[in-house]
């Protein structure tokens, strides 16, 4: 797990690092500078290279001077563009300033005409602060169009640091190097695009350096794997938990198939799907290893949900049930008698939207899945809004309701309801197809069933089924991926993981 900054958060630890372990400005920035100088020189290690630098009043300015210098001494063919106003520098850009010109770098006031081979974008950093219009906006574009390897010291300028979005205009980098900390702004969208190959840059700022901060956003990484549940060898089926899957309908019999398939594939036990009459056959014929537990208009609901309640170890409820009278009783009486976690999808959601009054009658740990249309259903929000914001609203709605919220898009947020969250950096745009979500549902289902922390299960299950997704873009590509390839994906990814703990 890795901590992802926001730019607040990275300012109180930049003031940490110098503060209260006593860590020098000036040498902070030198190693900054030396970390993108080294970038720089190992993809153009000619210095015959031309090289232009574009700098800003602030101390990402200051780390451009410095970079402008490291490589001038090393021979390289490098002009600095000092956009910004010297007046208002940073004291650590005019002392960069200073040096710089000691040591015989020229610094302009113009855009110079020549073409060059590198731009190095040192404009603005994490202290940009407002939409970039005017002259800046006119230089960021300038940039962009010009030709030439571009490279962003410590975020691409115009990109916001929390949000990822493009304040009015942004750099579009080929190379971002980044200081100390990954910054939200650059694995969220748009701001991934604009980040380009990222690299992280020890310059002596580390977790250490956080204190009492408690960073909201974290990532998972393959190395997050070995908390998977673990298995043992003196086991039987109902060591790895009962999962009951409450799923689909009446010519909606796939969503059942995926969740359940998914679910046993992610290692549980025994797997129930609570399913209209009418899915008895495919259901039987499709995953043979499911226990079916089948009702239909004239089903006892009460009943028929106490005993199944009573035998899980955890739920998942709504694929493609559909919104019909039936589905709605059932879910109804489900989420009021669960004690056990639950993970509520798509028609589910769609419930819950219409009857917001829901939310008070589930007593047990929920996770939500909603992907973009969902949430925008359960929160009256509109979709632009809630793309725009997705970290935030997420978040929201989880301490709100005090549930976990697995917002779906191309980063998916997992949201606790303690405030922190988790953006999942695993998949791929071949897993935007039909009944991708309801192999997610199973596969957290799973999780949970098998006992693992709630807010794990939820954030592990999006990183493992994303890396499902990358498995089955290997094998298929992404244009033809199919529900049912992520499915076999998760058998390589877990396969890889046991030979990974077996060495
Ligand atoms: N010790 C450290 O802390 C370390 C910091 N490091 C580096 O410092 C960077 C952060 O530096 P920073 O805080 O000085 O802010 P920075 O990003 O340079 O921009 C601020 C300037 O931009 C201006 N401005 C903002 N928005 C604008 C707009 N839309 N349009 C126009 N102007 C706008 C703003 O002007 P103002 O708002 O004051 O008018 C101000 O002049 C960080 O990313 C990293 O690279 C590293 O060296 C490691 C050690
Ligand atoms: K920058």
């Not at 748009?190 to 408690?214: C, F, M, N, R």
Request: aromatic share 6%; hydrophobic share 45%; net charge negative.
């Amino acid at each position: 797990m890795k901590y992802i900054l926001n730019s607040r958060e990275m300012k109180q630890c930049d003031e940490n690092t110098m503060r209260r372990r006593g860590m020098l400005s000036a040498v902070l920035m030198e190693r900054a500078a030396l970390a993108t100088m080294q970038e720089i020189v190992k993809r153009y290690p000619d210095p015959a290279t031309k090289v232009l630098v574009v700098c800003g009043s602030g101390n990402n300015g200051g780390d451009g001077v410095a970079v402008a210098r490291l490589l001038y001494l090393k021979g390289y063919n490098v002009t600095i563009y000092f956009a910004g106003n010297r007046e208002k520098a940073t004291e650590e850009t005019k002392r960069q300033m200073f040096i710089a010109e000691q040591y015989g770098v020229e610094i302009s006031d113009e855009y110079p005409k020549d073409i060059v081979d590198v731009i190095v974008d040192a404009l603005f950093g994490i202290g940009l602060s407002r939409e970039v219009t005017g002259k800046y906006a006119e230089i960021l574009q300038k940039m962009t169009e010009q030709d030439g390897y571009k490279v962003a010291v410590d975020i691409a300028s115009g990109i916001s640091a929390d949000t990822g979005a493009v304040m009015g205009t942004a750099f579009a980098a080929d190379l971002t190097v980044t200081f100390g900390f990954i910054k939200a702004g650059q694995l969220l969208y748009p701001g991934a695009e604009y980040t380009g190959e990222l690299k992280v840059a020890d310059i002596g700022i580390d977790e250490q350096s956080l204190y009492e901060i408690k960073p909201e956003l974290k990532v998972l990484e393959t190395s997050d794997l070995k908390r998977l549940p673990r298995r043992v060898n003196r086991s039987n089926k109902g060591s790895y938990g009962k999962l009951l899957i409450l799923a689909g309908s009446k010519q909606m019999a796939g969503a059942a198939v995926f969740a359940a398939k998914a679910a046993y594939r992610m290692g549980c036990g025994l797997v129930r799907v609570a399913t209209v009459e009418e899915n008895r056959i495919i259901l039987q014929e499709q995953v043979p290893e499911a226990v079916l537990a089948v009702y239909n208009n004239g089903t006892d609901v009460v009943k028929f949900v106490e005993t199944q309640l009573h035998w899980a170890d955890a739920v998942v409820a709504g694929p493609g049930i559909s919104q019909s009278d039936l589905s709605e009783r059932m879910l109804y009486e489900l989420l009021k008698r669960i004690q056990v976690p639950c993970l509520c999808d798509a028609d589910a959601l769609n419930l819950l939207s219409k009857h917001p009054d829901w939310w008070k009658l589930v007593q047990s740990p929920l996770v939500i899945t909603p992907h973009l249309g969902e949430m925008a259903r359960l929160t009256g929000r509109p979709i632009t809004e809630i793309r725009d914001r997705l970290v935030q609203i997420a978040q929201e709605f989880a301490m709100e309701h005090q549930i976990t919220v697995v917002l779906k898009d191309a980063r998916t947020i997992t949201a606790q309801p303690d405030g922190q969250s988790y953006i999942n950096v695993s998949g791929n745009h071949g897993m935007a197809t039909a009944g991708a979500g309801d192999v997610l549902s199973g596969v957290v289902g799973a999780l949970l069933a098998q006992k693992l922390d709630i807010y794990l299960a939820a954030a592990l299950g999006v990183f493992i089924h994303g890396l499902a997704g990358d498995a089955a873009a290997e094998r298929v590509g992404h244009c033809a991926m199919m529900a049912s390839d992520i499915v076999d994906g998760l058998m390589d990814v877990l396969r890889k993981q046991e030979d990974t703990k077996r060495q």
